[in-house]
Nanobody, 115 residues
Framework: QVRLVESGGGLVQPGGSLSVSCAASISISGVGVMGWYRQAPGKERELVATINSDRSRNYADSVKGRFTISRDNAKNTVNLQMNSLKPEDTAVYYC?????????WGQGTQVTVSL
């Protein structure tokens, strides 16, 4: 059983920074792709960023240059550092692990960007 637990969400003002973290119940060193997705009210879940086992990264165009994804295989964690946050970044952020043939999801953490 794979369990992913997100933490670190909260309320931040526009232009601010926030970091969210994902702790996995398994060793992630063998997980090819770890990632973060988000879902805003009334919208579909969308990719934010992924990081492969070789540390190569992929970002949605909307967050490039502002967000950074990282993974710590020793601690079995994946982090998302979010800078220059905008109101449109407001969403529930979900951690994802892809272990063939399925995806595993955390319960999500709320990030709200507002004055």
């Amino acid at each position: 059983q794979v369990r992913l637990v997100e933490s670190g969400g909260g309320l931040v003002q526009p232009g601010g920074s926030l970091s969210v973290s994902c702790a996995a119940s398994i060793s992630i060193s063998g997980v090819g792709v770890m990632g973060w997705y988000r879902q805003a009210p009334g919208k579909e879940r969308e990719l934010v960023a992924t990081i492969n086992s070789d540390r190569s990264r992929n970002y949605a165009d909307s967050v490039k240059g502002r967000f950074t994804i990282s993974r710590d295989n020793a601690k079995n964690t994946v982090n998302l550092q979010m800078n220059s946050l905008k109101p449109e970044d407001t969403a529930v952020y979900y951690c994802n692990a892809y272990l063939w043939p399925r995806h595993y999801w955390g319960q999500g953490t709320q990030v709200t960007v507002s004055l």
